[in-house]
């Protein structure tokens, strides 16, 4: 029993250490892009055309691509 009184307190530190952990990876951006990273493995990383290639904020304007880019 006295075991308890230790044990239900250090479980509840871990589980509030856990969820503060969740909330951090969620609020930092750990979470936004589940399938680009799934999909980037599959192509060329040299091909500029591919969206998976391009990194944000190095989009540069292609007139061989006619496909608008979001």
């Known amino acids: 029993m006295p075991a308890l009184y230790v044990m239900i307190p250090a479980a509840l530190l871990l589980v509030g250490v856990a969820v503060y952990i969740f909330f951090w990876a969620v609020d930092s951006g750990q979470y936004d892009d589940l399938e680009g990273p799934a999909h980037s493995i599959l192509f060329d990383d040299q091909d500029p055309r591919h969206q998976a290639a391009v990194k944000p904020g190095d989009e ?8 608008p880019r979001a």
Do not use: I, L, R, S
Not at 60 to 67: G, Y
């Open 60 to 67: 540069q304007p292609d007139d061989k691509d006619p496909t």
